[in-house]
Nanobody
Framework: QVQLVESGGGLVQPGGSLRLSCAASGVPASTYWMYWVRQSPGKGQVRVAGIYSRDASTSYADAVRGRFTISQDNAKNTLYLQMNSLKPEDTGLYYC?????????????????RGQGTQVTVSS
């Protein structure tokens, strides 16, 4: 059984930083892409970042490239998203997801597995 549990969200001022974590269990890690996805009212779903568990290849949405970093700790079965220089438009529910497919940042469909999410609010 696959479980993805996110933590680390909260309220932060513009320009601040947060690190999200996702504890993963049951995912066949070596053959899956792991993603961070944001859902926000009126803006829908954005695939913010992805990492291929086998070789750590990464992919970012244009709006976060250079500010966000996705990483994984295979020993701890944990996925991270380091978010720096946060902006109000980064606000949303962030959830981690797993899928065998590489999915584009504008992918609006479902993922094979996903967590419940953690809320990030960027506001002064």
């Amino acid at each position: 059984q696959v479980q993805l549990v996110e933590s680390g969200g909260g309220l932060v001022q513009p320009g601040g930083s947060l690190r999200l974590s996702c504890a993963a269990s049951g995912v066949p890690a070596s053959t899956y892409w792991m993603y961070w996805v944001r859902q926000s009212p009126g803006k829908g779903q954005v695939r913010v970042a992805g990492i291929y568990s086998r070789d750590a290849s990464t992919s970012y949405a244009d709006a976060v490239r250079g500010r966000f970093t996705i990483s994984q700790d295979n020993a701890k079965n944990t996925l991270y998203l380091q978010m720096n220089s946060l902006k109000p438009e980064d606000t949303g529910l962030y959830y981690c997801a797993a899928d065998r497919r590489y999915l584009h940042p504008l992918w609006s469909g479902s993922y094979k597995y996903r967590g419940q999410g953690t809320q990030v609010t960027v506001s002064s």
